[in-house]
């Protein structure tokens, strides 16, 4: 067998933590863009960069405050001490949170941009039909900004996968924990195992690919019904 049980769990763990990871961010990020895409705040502009950051911020810089914060001896790990828990650190729960902090621009921006090119006058018609807030958002925003919600879920999806510098410091490698395709590749070519490197890398190559196509496919064919 090319791959070994160790290489499916950590599929298995990559799978799981991009899942979550995206499911988490489409429902905090969808409110998040939507106020961010309506809002006429004056330092919106602060927000948007905090929400952006992640996109220039070194990876190994996030997770090494990410580690100091969640750690035994940092705030969020000394409540979760206090309360009988065990500090997020080295564990799965603390992929999740760096991976949700670390996706968090590549699902709210164009979740942002989607409900901008929606406009107001489709929301101005509906409200005219006594359509509540509430209702205009589910019934109008949302299925409008449909390719705005495929190329989230893609994006978060693909890049939480592809992460390494981030798990690796507030995650380590542990087998069957936290130890993800990124770092067991990286073992792999370490170890010269390059058979094993190959077939991984490949698979993602060949996956990510393909979701990339499915956005492109998607979003053309919401345009040419539009249209």
Same mark, same amino acid.
Do not use: C
């Given at each position: 067998?090319?791959?070994?049980?160790?290489?499916?769990?950590?599929?298995?763990?990559? +799978?799981?933590?991009?899942?979550?990871?995206?499911?988490?961010?489409?429902?905090?990020?969808?409110?998040?863009?939507?106020? #961010?895409?309506?809002?006429?705040?004056?330092?919106? +502009?602060?927000?948007?960069?905090?929400?952006?950051?992640?996109?220039?911020?070194?990876?190994?810089?996030?997770? +090494?405050?990410? #580690?100091?914060? #969640?750690?035994?001896?940092?705030?969020?790990?000394?409540?979760?001490? #206090?309360?009988?828990?065990?500090?997020?650190?080295?564990?799965?729960?603390?992929?999740?949170?760096?991976?949700?902090?670390?996706?968090?621009?590549?699902?709210?921006?164009?979740?942002?941009?989607? +409900?901008?090119?929606?406009?107001?006058?489709?929301?101005?018609?509906?409200?005219?039909?006594?359509?509540?807030?509430?209702?205009?958002?589910?019934?109008?925003?949302?299925?409008?900004?449909?390719?705005?919600?495929?190329?989230?879920?893609?994006?978060?999806?693909?890049?939480?996968?592809?992460?390494?510098?981030?798990?690796?410091?507030?995650?380590?490698?542990?087998?069957?924990?936290?130890?993800?395709?990124?770092?067991?590749?990286?073992?792999?070519?370490?170890?010269?195992? $390059?058979?094993?490197?190959?077939?991984?890398?490949?698979?993602?190559?060949?996956?990510?690919?393909?979701?990339?196509?499915?956005? $492109?496919?998607?979003?053309?064919?919401?345009?040419?019904?539009?249209?």
């Amino acid at each position: 067998m090319i791959l070994s049980k160790s290489d499916f769990m950590a599929l298995a763990i990559t +799978f799981k933590l991009a899942g979550m990871t995206t499911l988490i961010l489409l429902l905090l990020g969808t409110p998040l863009a939507w106020w #961010l895409s309506r809002t006429r705040w004056r330092f919106k +502009f602060l927000l948007e960069a905090v929400v952006a950051l992640p996109l220039v911020l070194p990876p190994t810089v996030l997770g +090494f405050y990410l #580690l100091v914060t #969640l750690g035994p001896h940092g705030p969020i790990g000394w409540i979760f001490q #206090l309360f009988g828990g065990q500090p997020p650190a080295f564990t799965f729960t603390g992929l999740v949170i760096g991976s949700v902090l670390y996706s968090l621009p590549f699902v709210v921006q164009p979740l942002q941009n989607a +409900f901008t090119a929606v406009g107001n006058r489709s929301l101005e018609v509906a409200a005219t039909l006594r359509a509540s807030p509430v209702d205009r958002f589910f019934t109008v925003a949302i299925p409008l900004a449909r390719p705005g919600f495929i190329t989230a879920a893609v994006l978060g999806f693909a890049h939480t996968v592809g992460e390494f510098g981030v798990v690796l410091m507030i995650g380590g490698n542990i087998p069957g924990n936290t130890q993800v395709l990124s770092i067991t590749i990286y073992d792999h070519v370490e170890m010269l195992e $390059y058979s094993h490197a190959h077939w991984l890398s490949g698979g993602l190559l060949l996956l990510s690919f393909s979701m990339m196509l499915t956005v $492109y496919a998607l979003n053309r064919r919401f345009m040419v019904v539009q249209l």
